[in-house]
């Protein structure tokens, strides 16, 4: 079994910043992708931003410079640092792990969500 749980979310005004923590713990051999995505009410979830083991990093178009995402593979932890918010990144952010766990089996979990809120 391998637990995801995301951390640091909350209310901030329009221009703030926040920074998102995801922890992947358990049976793990070695993650090869961690990502963060979002679900806004009524709208289906998209990726946010993802990196590889290496740090190769993708950025969904709408948060190109103003999100960083930053991975500790000792920690198996990864990082969102968000600048410059704006309403609409208004959403419960998700992480999500790839890897492989004990026994060479693969595995691709999902953590809670923590709800980020941006508002005035």
């Known amino acids: 079994q391998v637990q995801v749980v995301e951390s640091g979310g909350g209310l901030v005004q329009p221009g703030g910043s926040l920074t998102l923590s995801c922890a992947a713990s358990?049976?793990?051999?070695?993650?090869?992708?961690m990502g963060w995505y979002r679900q806004a009410p009524r709208k289906e979830r998209e990726m946010v931003a993802s990196?590889?083991?290496?740090?190769?990093?993708n950025y969904a178009d709408s948060v190109k410079g103003r999100f960083t995402i930053s991975g500790d593979n000792a920690k198996n932890t990864v990082y969102l640092r968000m600048n410059n918010l704006k309403p609409e990144d208004t959403a419960v952010y998700y992480c999500?792990?790839?890897?492989?766990?004990?026994?060479?089996?693969?595995?691709?979990?999902w953590g809670q969500g923590t709800q980020v809120t941006v508002s005035s």
């Open positions: 999500n792990t790839v890897g492989v766990r004990d026994y060479y089996v693969t595995f691709d979990s």
């Open positions: 358990g049976n793990i051999f070695r993650i090869n992708n």
């Open positions: 990196i590889t083991r290496s740090g190769t990093t």
